[in-house]
């Protein structure tokens, strides 16, 4: 599977009085310093939103700072783009592992040869990186599923669509289950891996409303590109009675809940994880740990967190306008 870049690299006017590049800014960074994002699918709106907290942060601390990854969702794709940044001699990496087994090897490698990573949207505890940046993915799905619960009025058949090996949706519907433990006659049927492809989304949905429209009464999405796809099946069999709660804010899915055809959806804040991110490992480059094999889950005098919390929104027709409103100020004074 190719893979993509998109890089940014700042540069500053050279003055013949200096030996060497320099900032206005007074940063203590240089650009020889590189840092990486590796994420799971470069081509999705998700991603490219982290790409842009990452180049902030990379401008403002005057670093080199580059979003890599597969253009489809692809764990051994994944595993071959880690593998070729460290041979750039990275300073730092952020990584969201699409399957933490496949990359656990390759993030202790990193860390015993002194390289600091920290896992972003989705983790791997079980490896040796040194904490966590995202979303609290058991949280969001418990928010989820209590919102889904009242509109289905404790009621259901539950069909889910999710990427099994990905820790963070594990979390996700771990949260779904818990709030529908309040709602005895909501039942999940079935749990469809859609493998990162929405095409496969499609299919399945069209597949389970063939062959019996009743059988189920909402469908949920924990990644960002299925719910469209269902979406559009559903509009396309004009079936109207079926609740369709989404994650993540793409256009298309903001579109969905402005129209009717999807109910709600969980904003997560892929910008603020890379653009928190970079300036943890900028910090960590500054002001080296002791050691990043330390066990500092345990240490009550660790320098670093164990988890890093971002936040989560559950977007629904009624607040649908105050957020598109807050996300385009926001763009507005980047």
């Known amino acids: 599977m190719r893979s993509r870049s998109l890089s940014f690299s700042s540069f500053c006017v050279a003055v013949a009085a200096l030996a060497s590049w320099g900032c206005g800014g007074g940063s203590e960074h240089s650009t020889a310093e590189r840092y990486f994002l590796v994420c799971t699918n470069i081509k999705v709106p998700y991603w490219q939103e982290a790409g842009a907290g990452l180049v902030a942060a990379g401008k403002q601390l005057n670093v080199r700072a580059e979003l890599v990854g597969p253009e489809s969702y692809d764990p051994a794709a994944q595993k071959a783009d880690f593998k070729r940044i460290m041979g750039l001699k990275p300073a730092g990496i952020l990584v969201s592992p699409a399957d933490p087994d496949v990359l656990k090897d390759d993030i202790n490698t990193a860390i015993a040869a002194g390289v600091p990573v920290i896992t972003v949207d989705s983790d791997a505890p079980a490896s040796n990186r040194l904490f966590f940046i995202g979303t609290n993915n058991y949280q ?195």
Do not use: W
């Open 140 to 334: 969001a799905g418990l928010m989820g599923g209590r919102f889904a619960a009242r509109v289905l009025n404790g009621k259901g058949n539950v069909v889910v669509l999710t990427i099994p090996t990905q820790l963070n949706l594990i979390e996700r519907l771990n949260g779904y289950k818990a709030a529908f433990e309040a709602s005895p006659q909501i039942k999940i049927t079935d749990v469809i891996d859609v493998h990162g492809d929405p095409r496969i989304a499609f299919d399945r949905t069209l597949e389970i409303l063939d062959k019996n429209p009743a059988s189920v009464n909402a469908f949920v999405c924990l990644e960002a590109l299925s719910c469209q796809e269902v979406a559009e099946v559903l509009n396309r069999k004009k079936l109207t009675d079926k609740k369709v709660f989404a994650m993540d804010t793409q256009p298309g899915t903001l579109k969905g809940i402005e129209n009717g055809t999807i109910e709600a959806t969980i904003g997560q804040k892929p910008y603020t994880m890379a653009y928190t991110g970079l300036k943890m490992l900028a910090d960590l480059k500054l002001h080296p740990l002791p050691s990043l094999t330390a066990n500092f889950a345990d240490n009550n005098f660790a320098q670093i967190p164990t988890f890093i919390d971002t936040g989560a929104t559950l977007i629904d027709k009624a607040n649908l306008a105050k957020f598109k409103d807050a996300s385009s100020a926001a763009r507005a004074v980047k």
